[in-house]
């Protein structure tokens, strides 16, 4: 049913599931669910096919319980669809372009990484190229020193070169230490 809305185009409605062989056959043997009522519509922004929407079994009232569905609520549900796919393109092309984004950078990471020997460095690029991945306001990359028994700070973000005697790193690396025991 999904695939055949999906590759139509076109809303479906099925007023009385248990008539229609394509539902009966398979709602409460396969799922442990029974399926009364059903409407289906495709879900697509203008060429590109997203995909479909089923509901299933309307809800009636309490007196009532639960009557199948209309004309009207079909025409509802594509109103419905049609609102939100813009949305869910929105949301879809977000996605797309964020993952490209963390691809990039961390092919900008790897790149660093594999072209020098220079442990600081490689740290440095590590703090500094991560924020194309997440955004933070400040990365430390701290290395445990076996002979100090502490972690030492060794590069942070948007800081070229690392005083270990600035207050700002010894007052980072207390709170790192701290941070450590707890």
Do not use: W
Not at 124 to 151: C, G, M, W
Request: hydrophobic share 45%; glycine share 4%.
């Amino acid at each position: 049913i999904i695939a055949s809305v999906f590759e139509s185009r076109t809303a479906l409605l099925i007023p009385d599931c248990s008539l229609d062989p394509r539902v009966a056959s398979v709602s409460d043997k396969q799922i442990n669910f029974v399926a009364k009522s059903m409407m289906a519509a495709p879900l697509y922004f203008g060429e590109r096919e997203l995909g479909a929407l089923q509901v299933f079994n309307k809800n009636g009232d309490e007196t009532t319980g639960s009557s199948p569905f209309s004309e009207d609520d079909l025409d509802f549900l594509n109103l419905v669809t049609s609102c939100a796919l813009p949305y869910i393109e929105n949301a879809r092309l977000f996605a797309l372009e964020r993952k490209a984004k963390e691809l990039t950078a961390l092919g900008k990471i790897s790149k660093e990484i594999t072209s020098t020997l220079d442990i600081d460095g490689v740290l440095n690029t590590v703090a500094n190229l991560s924020s194309e991945i997440a955004p933070y306001e400040r990365v430390v990359v701290s290395v445990f020193d076996s002979l100090q028994q502490k972690f030492v700070i060794r590069a942070i973000s948007r800081c070229e070169v690392i005083d270990p005697l600035s207050g700002e790193i010894l007052a980072l690396t207390e709170l790192h230490n701290e941070l450590a025991i707890r």
